[in-house]
């Protein structure tokens, strides 16, 4: 139960909420009958869509319930530098606008997977369809559609005094027990009814609030297609944009303006105020029979186990279990490491580990090869954090917050990082693996994403002509990367000092949920409505998008390939709606099961890291096949299981005298998947034949790609193919260096740091100005071609 109540929503705040329901709700039923016309219809909006409302679309998907939890979280605990996650993607998104975005217009499909066949021939390439459909809509949609759910449940807990329900023997209907209430107060356990497989007839208020939310929006996806999604995307966008610049407004205003948000920040996480999650326990933990045999661990009545180790060295406790009879004590370490130690990558200010170690309270320990650890070891659990503040501050410490964050087992932000866009470069601790993180990011994670895959390929699909293809990728961009973030990131500095410990509000909540408190608590009546309302409209909108292409992958992909080719238009889209609502089961299911919201976007990255070159060269290259495709796809798959589920790795780093902990950072897994899986993708290309002649010309000629394909050209006669060079590399690097000073332009301001700002602004105006300039002599031949075909066009 919550230790500081929070300011709940009133009538003026509940009336907004429900305006913002009927009129999307109004919106799907408006467009439900264009949906009925045909499948191009209900999935591509009949490739009629303008670049304005396409780019919109694109970016109300990505601006989800999950994105401002997590952005405003990371400031909390990593700083500004790790949105270098997401900002690194501007260079795949430039090279999808000015490389790709006209090929997908000229594929003329319904998904991104449809286009397996048409590249590649034969039954592999089939396998490779059936799988890709099915791994893309029921794995990765699922994820996706799970963590912006379980982002909106969040929300939920936090915003809504949403009842449990409790059924009893013999009522139909439920007991409401108030949001705080144990459920044992309010109803005698032994009058609970039991469900089969669920078991007790109890019903969570997350529960509750995911399945209103889900169903919602599935059926105004199910019912009105993408007109219909797209639409409800404008609107919703807007909405939540608004929302979120109101509360970044309130929060500088309350902080004193720019130059108090960053100092007050800084004050806040020095002292160590900032408490992101419940302290660990370090003293207790689940018995462990091994530890118990040999003297390590003793048994705590109150249940559970209290260690017994302290002053021991990693190598004396491993002699211990050895004695007690353990024939392979390393695999056990872990459990001792997790009590006793505090990793050297946690740390990036050695100001405040110095006192603690001349004191005796830490230890750096030697390892077997007489290199120091990677670890600093804690030689005895009897001290609190508490205690560890008063030795810092008797030791004239004035940035005790990182070390004590490290004791409780929590992660606070370095004060370092706070609002520097760039990780300090001292190759030290934890700077390494800040350096090699943006590195990875910059240099790695964004060819991945360059194709533009997915409901991104989709709304692609769905333009009038290729230039609304490029000119709603470039509108996507600016909406995306630099007008979206800044709200969040500022509402996320200002909590650590306006909630400093977000645990006072909700003793298991994280720095997850400081958006939704910092809205709760600062927001005046009305707007507090608007803002929830906003959350909801931008989860809605990324599950309605999420829905109808993971349904669309089903149904073009799976159904009408390979179980019912020759279904007619109705009965196709009918299985759309059904797939449409098990989609959104699957996502529920998956957020009532999930904590964390972060770990899944890295999970998802990780997860095809190694196939990310593949996808970009089989535009560009005739050499690649299929069996390059599945080759890249396995050995990703494999490399991340062998990387998060095994200790192979861990072995080798240890052989090779690296540091182990450098593989629980994501940059270090994912830059091994992509060396290893490139490594056997490419061995594979050139072991394999490439696809039939024939086939490829009948994919040149419906595509015409550029790149790599002069001897299939000649077969094909040489059509006039897409013509790319000079131009579009010479748009890609003002288009991504034009976006990074609009973000630096905009952050610098928010810091107040103005004139910075404004000599960045002017670079990004004049860089998209020199853009627009250079597109009218790009290659639009198809463009001239339709326009001249078809007068006729209908608007949107």
């Given amino acids: 139960m919550p230790h500081a109540p929070l300011p709940p929503l009133v009538t003026w705040d509940w009336l907004v909420i429900v305006t913002y329901f009927l009129v999307t709700l109004g919106i799907g039923l408006f467009f439900s009958r264009r949906a009925e016309k045909s499948m ?45 996650f997401w900002w690194g993607g501007i260079m795949g998104m430039m090279l999808c606008t ?147 610049i109101a509360l970044m407004i309130i929060s500088l ?83 001792w490491r997790e009590a006793y130690t505090i990793s050297l990558a946690r740390i990036t200010d ?107 390929a989709q709304r692609l699909f769905s333009c009038k002509n290729e230039k609304h293809s490029v000119l709603a990728m470039l509108w996507f961009n600016f909406l995306n990367y630099v007008v979206r973030p800044w709200p969040w990131i500022v509402v996320g500095i200002a909590s650590l000092f306006l909630i400093p410990d977000i645990t006072a509000y909700g003793a298991k909540w994280d720095q997850e949920y400081s958006y939704v408190v910092m809205l709760m608590k600062y927001m005046p009546i009305g707007l507090k409505g608007l803002m929830v309302a906003s959350l909801m409209a931008a989860y809605m909108s990324t599950i309605s998008t999420q829905v109808n292409f993971g349904a669309s992958y089903f149904v073009n992909d799976i159904y009408k390939r390979f179980i019912r080719p020759g279904g007619t238009a109705r009965s196709d889209i009918w299985v759309s709606r059904m797939v449409s609502i098990l989609l959104a089961v699957l996502a529920g299911v998956y957020a009532a099961l999930a904590r964390n919201i972060a770990s899944g976007w890295f999970t998802f990255f990780e997860l095809m890291s190694g196939a990310g070159f593949v996808v970009l060269l089989r535009w560009y290259w005739w050499r690649i096949n299929v069996w390059s495709e599945f080759a890249a ?22 052989f090779l005298g690296l540091p182990g902990y450098l593989l629980d950072a994501y940059a270090v897994r994912f830059t091994l998947n992509v060396l290893c899986s490139s490594a056997v993708w490419l061995a594979v290309t050139f072991l394999t034949r490439a696809e039939p002649e024939d086939h490829l010309v009948r994919f040149y000629r419906r595509v015409r790609p550029p790149g790599a394909w ?33 973000i630096f332009a905009v952050g610098k301001c928010c810091f107040g740091r103005y004139l910075t700002g404004l000599l960045y602004a002017l670079y990004g105006v004049g860089a998209a100005g020199l853009i627009f300039r250079l597109m009218r002599k790009m290659d639009w031949t198809d463009v001239v071609s339709e326009e001249s075909n078809s007068p006729q066009e209908v608007q949107p």
């Fill in 40 to 84: 191009a219809d209900f999935f591509v909006a009949g490739r009629r869509m303008t670049w304005w409302l396409a780019g919109t679309s694109i970016v109300a998907t990505s601006f989800a319930a999950d994105t401002p939890l997590v952005i405003s979280g990371w400031l909390r605990t990593a700083g500004l530098e790790r949105n270098w």
């Fill in 98 to 244: 000015f490389f790709f975005a006209r090929l997908w217009r000229r594929a003329g499909i319904l998904t991104d997977v449809e286009f397996i066949e048409l590249r590649y021939s034969g039954r592999a390439a089939a396998g490779l369809r059936l799988f890709q459909a099915g791994f893309r809509s029921l794995v990765q949609n699922t994820l996706v559609m799970g963590w912006v759910t379980l982002a909106m449940a969040k929300i939920l807990d936090v915003t809504l005094n949403i009842p449990t329900l409790v059924w009893t023997h013999g009522e139909l209907l439920p007991v409401l027990v108030p949001k705080g209430t144990p459920v044992a107060a309010a109803v005698d356990p032994s009058q609970i009814a039991h469900w089969p497989v669920i078991g007790a007839a109890v019903i969570p208020a997350k529960v509750t609030g995911i399945v209103v939310c889900l169903g919602v929006a599935a059926f105004y996806s199910a019912a009105s297609g993408l007109w219909g999604v797209v639409a409800t995307d404008f609107f919703q966008f807007g909405l939540a944009m608004a929302g979120s």
């Fill in 253 to 335: 205003q309350v902080a004193g303006g720019p130059t108090g948000l960053v100092n007050r920040a800084a004050a806040a996480v020095k002292q160590g105020r900032v408490v992101n999650t419940a302290a660990a326990d370090r003293s207790h933990t689940p018995w462990h029979p091994a530890y118990g045999q040999a003297g390590l661990l003793r048994r705590d009545p109150g249940g559970g186990a209290v260690w017994s180790a302290d002053g021991m060295s990693e190598e004396e406790v491993l002699q211990r279990l050895r004695e007690s009879g353990e024939e392979s004590p390393e695999r056990l370490i872990g459990l």
């Fill in 350 to 456: 050695f100001s405040a580990v110095q006192p603690l170690i001349e004191a005796g309270i830490l230890v750096r320990d030697q390892s077997r090869n007489g290199k120091p650890t990677d670890y600093l070891r804690i030689h005895s659990l009897s001290y609190s954090a508490t205690d560890i503040d008063r030795i810092l501050q008797k030791a004239g410490v004035e940035n005790r917050g990182e070390i004590l964050a490290a004791w409780r087992g929590d992660r606070v932000v370095p004060v370092s990082k706070i609002t520097s866009f760039l990780p300090p470069f001292d190759l030290k601790g934890g700077g390494l693996l800040a350096v090699w993180s943006l590195i990875v990011f910059l240099g790695l994670q964004w060819w991945a994403g360059g194709e533009g895959g997915g409901f991104l």
């Fill in 633 to 654: 796809m396995g050995s990703s798959l494999l490399m991340f299981a062998l990387l998060n589920w095994t200790h192979m790795f861990h072995a080798l780093f240890q």
């Fill in 710 to 742: 002069k001897k299939i050209a000649a077969k094909a006669g040489f059509p006039h193919h897409l013509v790319v060079g000079r131009i579009e590399w010479t748009c890609w690097l003002l288009g991504t260096t034009a976006l990074f000073a609009m």
